[in-house]
């Protein structure tokens, strides 16, 4: 049982070139949730996904773009990369909403570095 | 709006101390309360959670924590440190988005350092 795999786990971009992030669970969970964290401001959510061909808004969505094809793979992309989005990019998966089940824990990928030069 | 504060940005404790992560949260309903846990390199490890009930909450690795919510705080507390807690922990507060949609508000962290 893998959990969140993300891929890569390290890029270098110029800046203005694009790149995909992979998330994989196979957790068969329902929502998805990708996260960027910078030094200083903690994490902060890009883009999450409440099943499998939807996807929504997080707190800092620009700039991103993000596809839920299948249900358990969550793409991130950058159409045109700049050094703002130098970060960690953290993927994570909840099982169902509702606190009060209890279910909605949220499991971690390992996180993709990337750097934008 | 919601948030999470934790004050303390870096920590430094000698192992076998005791240690307290303070965690506070703005937010108008009843909050859901986690502490995560990360270590260099890793993703994000969930520590504990309070969802309601008792306001003492026991976690993995030993650690637990106290809802308050007169002090709207939700402090991480471990009574004798070991080296390998040297980490980064955040604290988050669960929050309704839309319907039943919700997601997580971190705070920016505490980096526990452990010495021998």
């Known amino acids: 049982n893998a959990g969140v795999t993300q891929t890569p786990k390290f890029r270098v971009l110029k800046t203005g070139q694009s790149m995909t992030l992979l998330c994989a669970q196979d957790?068969?969970?329902?929502?998805m949730y990708w996260y960027r964290q910078d030094p200083g401001m903690g994490l902060r959510l890009i883009h999450y996904s409440v099943g499998e061909g939807t996807t929504a808004k997080g707190e800092v969505p620009d700039g991103y773009n993000v596809s839920r094809l299948k249900k358990q793979n969550f793409l991130l992309g950058l159409e045109s990369a700049a050094p703002s989005q130098t970060s960690v990019y953290f993927c994570a998966s909840s099982y169902e909403p509702g606190w009060d089940s209890g279910a909605n824990v949220l499991t971690f990928g390992a996180g993709s570095r990337l750097t934008v030069l | 709006a919601q948030s999470v504060t934790q004050p303390d940005i870096h920590i430094t404790v000698s192992e076998g101390a005791s240690l307290e992560l303070r965690c506070n949260y703005s937010?108008?309903?009843?909050?859901?309360l986690f502490w995560y846990v990360q270590s260099p390199g890793q993703g994000l490890q969930l520590l504990l959670k309070?969802?309601?009930?008792?306001?003492l909450v026991q976690g993995i690795k030993g650690f637990e924590a106290e809802f308050k919510r007169s002090q709207s705080s939700f402090n991480l507390r471990k009574p004798s440190v070991h080296w390998s807690d040297a980490a980064e922990y955040f604290c988050?507060?669960?929050?309704?988005?839309?319907?039943?949609?919700?997601?997580?508000?971190f705070g920016t962290g505490t980096r526990l350092q452990v010495f021998p």
């Open positions: 988050a507060v669960g929050v309704l988005i839309t319907g039943n949609t919700d997601k997580l508000i």
């Open positions: 937010y108008g309903a009843t909050p859901y």
């Open positions: 957790m068969n969970h329902e929502y």
């Open positions: 309070y969802f309601s009930g008792d306001t």
